[in-house]
């Protein structure tokens, strides 16, 4: 950004001094800023899609006022000696062959630094070069054999309101007001059962690694060419799921989790791109009870069987929402709550029938919004929170009902944290916005809830990059740099250490961060307040990195728009 401003700055001083100051005629000063915006407007036509709609539109003007600014100096000092005709004839020539040298080039996105990844114009893209080789890919294996439903933590069904339930379901899809479950409460029955795991919040219990990399560096299992998209992973005994984009199709990708090889794809005929984050789906699979939930970034919405990919039920959520596709595309990860499947539709919650895809409910209107429905259990009553451009709202697992709403112009793209039992830590998402971190308490009164602000923090500013919470402080990205802050007071504790804008899971039992940095780096880091602590850093992924990392017993799974990779770690004590 202070490359782009300091760039502007001096293309408006060149502009001031030929307007104002040079000594050409006014015709050819005139002319000249004219031919420019011409050649502007001509030259988007023709440049790359990456290029027209890079910066939300705005990247050819951009980066074109400096350029053009530096051909008209180069312009004007090689025609000072020269007569008008040929003056003039040095000067349009030097604007238009600025122009064109944008039709060379594409972007292949930008940086969470606004950094464009440029390329030139006929270097195939990697998803093309994945493409190329797609006929040389194995064939998917055979769906392993049928394993035992996970334990059901679903919510009571509402009387009168039992699906049908068809052949394909778990015979478990039944749940009574008396098992006594808390809704909220983590399956520990499945791996990793999608976005961020059990809880949705980062945080791997149970699992403690070597953190000696030195001697006992993470040993690459496998690694392969991945197509485009921000998907994390959903892991379910020896298979992994996945979501990416191959030309023309949306896929759902199940893939063994030892070796890496393919096992079965799903794929839906629509494709979704903007240039800034490229092409692909967003959001991570959810796995429940045998089936793999999916929300595309078109808005399909999908229900397959985890074994074979077989198409359970489909629905176009963006159709049944009356919902246009958001600018970055849709990316919540579905939520499995009882007998409901819940995503947000730009902003919106809505609720489907898990079993056979009948629409249950739709939330309160919202105001776009990139986060993901959050399951949690505030003052003994189970909600869903939901982020979106208007702030943090809560709704009934049952119906959609609202129940409490607080007001922050924020973009909506973390997920909200419950710390103390019926606090809400939120991020704001951006600094297109009002930037930091802000801790609400929420109560339930007899006139209903109420939501007070405690703090607001810019001690830590969360991008599209989830915090995590542990032993009183949060731990998460300020901008590209790690950060601490003390949740008492929204303090900072500490800041230090370049990852760019990756994303981070906690190790409680160690007190440890396991971040992916946005260049592909791993790295240990302690989760304590008292300093900033690097153990280690690992190279594990080439290319840019938004995607979440997962890690299940020792393995570790990386993945970003180009190749995904598994890695055993040493476990602590071995």
Known sequence: MGAVIGGLACALAVLVWWLFFSRAPWAERLGAIGLMVVSVVVTKRVVHPSIAGGMMGMMLPILSIPVLSLALVVAAAAGRRMSSGPRRASMVAAILLACAAFTLIRTGGMSGEGISDLHWRWTPTPEQRLLAQAANEPAPLPPPPAAAPAPDTR????????????????????????????PAATNTGVGWPGFRGPGRDGVIRGVR??????????????????????????????????????????????????????????????????????????????????????????????????????????????????????????????????????????????????????????GPAGRGGYSSPQLATIDGVAQILLLNGEGAISVAPADGAALWKHVWNTDGIVQPSVIGGSDVLIGSGSGLSEVGIRRVAVSRRTGGWTVEERWTSIGLKPYYNDFVVHKGHAFGFDGSILACIDLTDGKRKWKGGRYGHGQLVLLPDQDLLLALSEEGELALVKATPDQFTELARFRALEGKTWNHPVLVGDILLARNGEQMAAFRLSLAGR
Do not use: M
């Open 155 to 182: 919510l009571p069904t509402k009387t009168g309101d039992q699906p049908t339930v068809p052949t394909s379901a778990p015979a478990d899809a039944k749940t009574t007001e008396k098992s006594g479950a808390d």
């Open 209 to 362: 690694i070597d953190t000696d990399w030195s001697r006992s560096k993470p040993v690459e299992l496998w690694r392969r060419s991945v197509g485009p998209g921000w998907s994390s992973f959903a892991v379910h005994g020896r298979l992994i799921y996945t979501q990416e984009q191959r030309g023309d199709d949306e896929l759902v990708s199940c893939y063994d989790l030892t070796t890496g090889a393919p096992v079965w794809r799903h794929k839906d005929a629509v494709r979704f791109y903007e240039s800034n984050a490229g092409a692909g789906p967003r959001a991570t699979p959810t796995f429940s009870n045998g089936r793999v939930y999916t929300f595309g970034a078109t808005g399909i919405l999908n229900a397959l069987d985890a074994r074979d990919g077989s198409v359970v039920w489909s629905r176009n959520a963006a159709s049944d929402t009356h919902t246009k596709i958001p600018q970055w595309g849709f990316a919540s990860s579905p939520l499995v709550v009882g007998d409901k499947v819940v995503v947000a539709t730009e902003g919106v919650p809505a609720a489907y029938n898990a079993a056979t895809g009948h629409p249950r409910w739709q």
